[in-house]
């Protein structure tokens, strides 16, 4: 009889492993960028312990709105049409605020189709995790330029593209998000500390990550390529992020490190670089972004933190309970009132 013992369990804080975190295997080709991103939800949302049957995942159409299937599959899922998932978001985590939501979406579907809906979702600063899976290109209908193109980068045929971009994170700053990062699905440290902020965050994260199409955007002459990222993504800062449930009272040397106090008591702590970067001030991030375009630099990094803004359900003082669980005499008038009005309308 073998005396080997079985190695505990790894579990997170509310007893969980990894594997309950996990989604489907993924169909998207090897080497594409939006992989790399789900690896680093399924660690963060691991890590932080975060309950995956409290979780909503929303997406559109395209490679990258495919990913949630990849991640939490214990979690609630909805696939919308092409650039209406933050309606369907905004419906559902009004119809129970106590979910945590996720939506993945792609440059397509966000810069193009879907850039009404993406401005509204802001403006309404509706609580949820925005993640942009931005390859520059239409991944799922064989490699368009989209709209976050940038002027003068080619295809693979060698065709240019002659349109100027749209920056998500600079329309996204002008509209009022509350919480507003840039990542390289390559950086894996940076985006680990960008989405667990993003968790703690009270309002909408808009997260912005270049995510490389090795099938039609990988070449020389893309700006959205693993090689070119290497070469231009210049982070505004090293980040790290003490999640509440552990002891915050690590020395931190005076002057070179801010610290965010987030929402939910985690901490955010911000270690300048080369330059000094206040992500705090919405103007001086518009600024920072319009120079490193100018310079053809991709800054990565915390853009924007606002942790003061009321967020959509606070400004609709929604009641406590899911309003999706509160029975019909609390959520309709009875019939006597509707007879009240109906006569005086009269
Ligand atoms: C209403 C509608 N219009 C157009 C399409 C075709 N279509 C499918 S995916 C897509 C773009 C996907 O690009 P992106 O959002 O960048 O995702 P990626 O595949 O690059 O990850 C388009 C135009 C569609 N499915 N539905
Ligand atoms: S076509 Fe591009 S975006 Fe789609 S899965 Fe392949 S590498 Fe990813
Ligand atoms: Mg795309």
């Not at 199409?213 to 070469?231: E, L, P, R």
């Amino acid at each position: 009889m073998s005396t080997a013992t079985v190695p505990p369990r790894k579990v997170n804080r509310i007893g969980l492993e990894v594997l309950s975190y996990k989604g489907a295997r993924t169909t998207l080709c090897a080497g594409c960028g939006h992989n790399a991103i789900s690896e680093r939800i399924v660690e963060c949302f691991y890590e932080l312990g975060v309950d995956p049957f409290n979780v909503a995942k929303f997406s559109g159409i395209g490679c990258s709105s495919k990913s949630p299937a990849y991640f939490l599959g214990l979690s609630h899922g909805f696939n919308g049409v092409h650039g209406r998932m933050p309606a369907i978001a905004t419906g559902a985590l009004l119809a129970n605020h106590t979910l945590m939501g996720i939506g993945v979406t792609g440059d397509g579907d966000t810069a193009s189709i879907g850039i009404g809906q993406f401005m509204h979702l802001i403006r309404r600063n509706l609580p949820m995790i925005y993640v942009i899976e931005n390859n520059g290109v239409y991944g799922l209908t064989k490699g368009q330029f989209s709209a976050t193109a940038d002027l003068g980068s080619t295809l693979k045929t060698g065709t240019s593209n002659d349109l100027p971009p749209f920056d998500c994170c600079a329309l996204a700053l002008k509209w009022g998000a509350t919480f507003v990062a840039r990542s390289f699905s390559g950086d894996k440290r940076q985006l680990q500390a960008i989405i667990k902020t993003a968790i703690a965050h009270k309002g909408l994260s808009v997260i912005d990550v270049i995510s490389p199409c090795v099938t039609f955007n990988d070449h020389v002459g893309s700006t959205k390529s693993y090689s070119y990222m290497k070469d231009h993504e210049t982070a505004l800062h090293e980040l790290d992020f003490v999640p509440h449930f552990e002891d915050i009272s690590v020395e931190i040397p005076e002057g070179q490190v801010m610290d965010v106090a987030m929402h939910d008591g985690s901490h955010l702590r911000i270690r300048k670089l080369a330059r000094d970067f206040d992500p705090t001030d919405r103007l001086a991030s518009l600024a920072a972004l319009e120079e490193a375009e100018k310079k053809g630099e991709v800054l990565t990094g915390v853009l924007y933190v606002n942790t003061q803004k009321p967020t959509f359900m606070e400004l609709l003082n929604v009641v406590d309970k899911p309003l999706g669980t509160l029975p019909e005499s609390a959520t309709r008038p009875p019939r006597s009132v509707l007879d009240q009005v109906m006569e005086e309308l009269r």
